[in-house]
């Protein structure tokens, strides 16, 4: 395989992986949205017209027993704890892609004064 084709090859996977690395990243960020709304928005309950949201609750025990059947606390920690993975995933591969497209293009550069030098 000739340099420069292995080259273009290496710089598109990066790109590929740069752009994986982002939509894990984005998917994150909603999850970690979605996880503040849940506990930060009052919503409606069945027993009671409205409740405030998990972490605004007036009174724990009263918003415990009648409210609580509405939105349990399960639910936000169980998107944190997706959300990690995901965004641990999404970082390493767009940290790991940019450094390998900067390298080629520092590679690149380097060969062209080499050559630039010889002349």
Same mark, same amino acid.
């Given at each position: 395989?000739? !340099? =420069?084709?292995? /080259?273009?090859r290496? #710089?598109?996977?990066?790109?590929? &992986?740069? +752009?994986?690395? $982002?939509?894990l990243? *984005? ?26 949201? !998990? =972490?605004?609750? /007036?009174?724990?025990? #009263?918003?415990?027993?009648?409210? &609580?059947t +509405?939105?349990? $606390?399960a639910?936000? *920690? ?16 767009y ?7 900067v ?17």
């Open positions: 395989m000739r !340099p =420069l084709v292995y /080259d273009l290496f #710089r598109e996977r990066a790109q590929r &992986d740069r +752009g994986t690395g $982002l939509v990243l *984005l998917i994150a960020v909603g999850l970690w949205f979605v996880c503040v709304w849940q506990l930060l928005m009052p919503y409606d309950s069945t027993y009671r017209g409205k409740c405030d949201g !998990p =972490l605004f609750a /007036d009174d724990a025990r #009263r918003t415990a027993t009648v409210c &609580d +509405g939105r349990r $606390l639910w936000p *920690l169980g998107l944190l704890a997706l959300s990690v993975p995901v965004s641990l995933t999404g970082g390493v591969l940290t790991g892609a940019t450094t390998r497209l390298m080629s293009e520092h590679a690149a550069e380097m060969e062209r004064l080499a050559q630039l030098h010889k002349e």
